[in-house]
């Protein structure tokens, strides 16, 4: 073995594995996800909550509410890249093959319960009350549930680990929220 070889991939090596990676995740998902009951599902949980959030938004706090929204759409887009990442989980059904997040549940029905958390209960209190129902509720009930529909797996992760991090997500972007409405205030 030559000393001066590398002893690690080199940059081309990783390109071509991650171009066949995609050709066999895009190829899987267009056999085994595309158009089935879970795809379709995925579908609507997308779709169906920002329909119904759209009818009920308080108008007079949209603006506020969607930077709530968005702010918590970066923070769990980065948290689901990082879980998948460290094999703490996987989606065996997707919605699409180029994204690795499960992009229906994670941009769909979390955030707008979170702001509809968000838009009825202002106070802390009845804020950090509401998203510890609410983040019970999703740690074990429904992702349990989106395990046995096979669209999630917990691969290093257990259920009670999510409880946290739903309510500590929620409360980090409040928080963020308000700092940034006091200052608007103060202007």
């Not at 158009?35 to 706090?61: A, D, E, G, M, S």
């Not at 955030?111 to 009845?126: N, T």
């Amino acid at each position: 073995m030559n000393p001066l070889k590398e002893s690690y991939p080199s940059f081309k090596e990783i390109q071509d594995l991650q171009h066949k990676l995609q050709k066999m995740l895009t190829d899987y998902w267009l056999h085994h996800d595309l158009f089935t009951f879970q795809w379709w599902l995925l579908l609507c949980i997308w779709i169906v909550p920002w329909i119904i959030w759209w009818r009920y938004v308080q108008r007079k706090r949209i603006k506020e509410i969607l930077l709530f929204g968005s702010l918590l759409m970066l923070l769990v887009g980065f948290l689901d890249d990082i879980g998948v990442n460290c094999n703490l989980w996987s989606y065996p059904y997707k919605l699409t093959s180029v994204v690795p997040k499960l992009v229906a549940i994670d941009y769909g029905i979390i955030i707008i319960a979170h702001m509809s958390v968000y838009q009825h209960f202002k106070r802390w209190k009845s804020f950090l009350i509401a998203n510890v129902i609410m983040a019970t509720i999703f740690s074990f009930i429904c992702e349990p549930i989106t395990v046995w529909l096979k669209i999630y797996r917990l691969d290093n992760w257990e259920y009670a680990y999510s409880l946290p991090i739903y309510v500590a997500k929620a409360v980090l972007v409040k928080w963020i929220v308000d700092v940034v409405l006091t200052r608007k205030m103060k202007q």
